[in-house]
C-alpha cells in the first residue's frame, strides 16, 4: 500500500513554477504525462515532497493529497463526519483511484490509492 501525504499546489504556469521551487532546492521526481510537456509535476527536497498542478484561477490554490488503503470506504466515512463528496472515487489514468473531499475548515483532501496494488509510481 501506498502511504504518505503531500501538498498540491496549483499553478498558472508549471514552468515557471518548477524553476522557483528549483531554486528553493527542490528537484522534480515524477510528470505526468510522462511526455511531453506535463500538467504535473512531482518535487523533493531532502525527504519531503509538493505537487504542482496546472489550474485555472477558479480551483482550489491548495489541497492535500492523502494516500489511503481503500479510496471508496475512506470517503464512505469522512461522510460520516460532515465531509461532502467533492468528486466521487474514480480510476485515473495513471493507475490510482482517486476521490476528492474538503476537511471541517473546507480546506480539499484529495484521497488516492494505487488502482493496481503496486506502490505509488509518483514519488
Do not use: C, H, K
Not at 460520516?80 to 493507475?95: K, M, N, R, S
Amino acid at each position: 500500500m501506498s502511504t504518505g501525504a503531500f501538498p498540491i499546489i496549483s499553478v498558472q504556469d508549471l514552468r515557471a513554477s518548477r524553476v522557483f521551487y528549483e531554486r528553493l532546492g527542490f528537484s522534480q521526481t515524477y510528470q505526468f504525462p510522462p511526455d511531453g510537456e506535463p500538467g504535473f509535476v512531482t518535487m523533493e527536497r531532502e525527504g519531503s515532497s509538493i505537487g504542482l498542478g496546472t489550474g485555472s484561477s477558479d480551483e482550489d490554490p491548495f489541497g492535500l493529497w492523502v494516500y489511503v488503503e481503500d479510496v471508496d470506504s475512506t470517503l464512505v466515512d469522512l461522510q460520516t463526519l460532515g465531509a461532502p463528496v467533492i468528486a466521487g472515487p474514480e480510476d485515473q489514468p495513471w493507475g490510482e483511484r482517486v476521490a476528492r473531499t474538503r476537511d471541517p475548515n473546507g480546506n480539499l483532501v484529495i484521497l488516492g490509492a494505487p488502482t493496481t496494488g503496486e506502490a505509488d509510481s509518483r514519488r
